[in-house]
């Protein structure tokens, strides 16, 4: 029994349901000293992402050798292949089923959450991009130069993050997770706003499942691989992503399950999977395209033409692979698409955030899910071009 709730699974959802049931019965007193631990947990986790960046992507890269350049490269293609795959995918089925839907966009009553009492601020030592940046730069000019110094470093920073991941993050999710949802709870936003948008929140995650089976299905013909050695571990990082909206928070957990799969190469998931949480947002794009076209259609009376529509996937996949990994990050990043594409006023642009936010978690949560299936074609990829398999450190969470 005390190994069965030390499992992270099980923690995650004990902390899911803990939380909403605080936040049914919680009066403000309380919700200020939750609204508090939030915050500085999130400051925590926040904190670290861009060191597990960096501690995971430049020694991978580094590793690869020679052939660092083609493996960015290949990873960057797929990732961009997937979100706007994707997007064209969610594109088609709204013009077949938003015409037939009836869907009110008022929401009303919900609490405000308090102010946080405490606030203890910790800046990251560089943003999640820079970070992303740094990491690409420092590992492939390491590898051209042969900098044996600098990659024995990186492989040292390389364990001590993965110990700051086992010693610090995993441990503290449950917690973050349970104060999310107990915020959710207060507000209202499960009993009030979920009912408003149901229909089409139901259809965006159909849509998410049909592309994962899509992308795994791809990537084990591919890879010759059987891909549900891959999937059948991602059950933890799904359940945090879900918990935690961010991408960036759900990486150690994600990288804890990717490297419990018997078919997916060491070498490609420390490179991948954290690579992959920051430009793969299959699951974000697949809904963005989704509600923009509902949202449309409720204000305006009309969806977008083909063209625009076109258009705004093409360009969303870009700007999907700079958006931050944090919560609504995709939406934020393409703003600009939104009004100067699609032509959305001020109205619009605020339903669509709040329409965008009622499920950001699982969209994040196919986020994340998709990123295994793009590991799985990386590692392919790197077998059927006979790239070598390096040795890195592993490690139990």
Not at 80 to 88: E, K, N, R, T, V
Not at 347 to 366: E, H, N, P, R
């Amino acid at each position: 029994m005390k190994k069965f709730l030390k499992s992270l699974p099980v923690r995650l959802i004990i902390g899911v349901a803990l939380g909403i049931l605080i936040g049914l019965a919680a009066n403000e007193s309380v919700m200020n000293v939750v609204v508090t631990i939030k915050y500085v947990l999130g400051q925590v986790i926040t904190f670290c992402v861009p060191l597990i960046i960096i501690g995971f992507i430049a020694p991978s890269i580094t590793k690869l050798g020679n052939h660092a350049s083609r493996m960015l490269g290949v990873a960057l293609a797929i990732a961009y292949l997937s979100s706007i795959g994707a997007a064209f995918m969610s594109m088609g089925a709204g013009y077949g089923i938003i015409p037939h839907l009836s869907i009110q966009s008022e929401v009303e009553g919900l609490k405000e959450l308090p102010d946080v009492i405490f606030k203890l601020d910790i800046p990251q030592i560089m943003s999640v991009m820079s970070a992303l940046v740094f990491s690409v730069m420092i590992g492939l000019a390491a590898t051209w130069t042969k900098a044996r110094t600098v990659t024995a470093i990186l492989d040292e920073f390389q364990k001590i993050v993965l110990q700051i991941v086992t010693k610090f993050i995993i441990p503290i999710l449950p917690f973050f997770i349970a104060a999310t949802f107990c915020g959710l709870a207060y507000e209202g936003t499960i009993t009030k706003q979920v009912p408003v948008f149901l229909k089409v929140i139901v259809i965006v995650m159909a849509g998410h499942y049909i592309w994962l089976t899509l992308l795994y299905v791809l990537a084990g013909a591919y890879s010759r691989k059987n891909p549900l050695e891959v999937l059948k571990h991602y059950g933890p990082a799904y359940l945090t992503a879900v918990g935690t909206m961010s991408s960036a928070a759900t990486l150690a957990v994600a990288l804890n399950g990717a490297r419990k799969s018997k078919v997916l190469r060491k070498d490609m998931v420390d490179f991948g999977i954290p690579l992959f949480a920051n430009i793969h947002l299959c699951g974000s794009v697949l809904t963005e395209v989704f509600f923009v076209m509902t949202v449309s259609q409720i204000l305006y009376g009309h969806m977008p033409s083909v063209g625009m529509m076109v258009l705004f996937c093409l360009l969303l996949g870009v700007f999907a692979i700079g958006a931050p990994g944090v919560p609504g990050g995709t939406v934020m990043a393409s703003l600009g698409l939104i009004t100067g594409v699609l032509l959305f006023d001020e109205t619009g642009t605020a339903l669509m955030l709040t329409i965008f936010a009622l499920q950001d978690s699982f969209g994040t949560a196919c986020n994340v899910t998709g990123d295994g299936a793009l590991t799985l074609f990386l590692t392919g990829y790197a077998e059927k071009h006979k790239i070598t398999e390096q040795n890195l450190t592993s490690i139990d969470f």
